[in-house]
Nanobody
Framework: QVQLVESGGGLVQAGGSLRLSCAAS????????MGWFRQTPGKEREFVGS????????YYADSVKGRFTIDRDNAKNTVYLQMDSLKPEDTAAYYC????????????WGQGTRVTVSP
């Protein structure tokens, strides 16, 4: 079955950096756009960014543009979220998700990894 497993979350001070990883299995990874989302308690899930199957196109939410970078390694079936210049408002559970190239929705989700940014 399809599994997406995030890792790399933790506690960091404001201004610091973290790199999240999402390892995928059970799917043809290079056929999927990969997305990152985040959610805090009481709020709706927020789109952070995405990367297309080849890594040639990326999109970011305005709130993270210029600070976060998504890349992928199709040979390792892994997508990454590099987070720099972190702010306390970036504190959230971060989830990766997979969307097949011919689908409009993200059909597979990871279990999430927690990021806490202290002031």
């Amino acid at each position: 079955q399809v599994q997406l497993v995030e890792s790399g979350g933790g506690l960091v001070q404001a201004g610091g950096s973290l790199r999240l990883s999402c390892a995928a299995s059970g799917l043809s990874f290079s056929s999927y756009t990969m997305g990152w989302f985040r959610q805090t308690p009481g709020k709706e899930r927020e789109f952070v960014g995405s990367i297309n199957w080849s890594g040639g196109s990326t999109y970011y939410a305005d709130s993270v543009k210029g600070r976060f970078t998504i890349d992928r390694d199709n040979a390792k079936n892994t997508v990454y979220l590099q987070m720099d210049s972190l702010k306390p408002e970036d504190t959230a559970a971060y989830y990766c998700a997979a969307r097949r190239y011919d689908s409009a929705r993200y059909g597979y989700w990871g279990q999430g990894t927690r990021v806490t940014v202290s002031p």
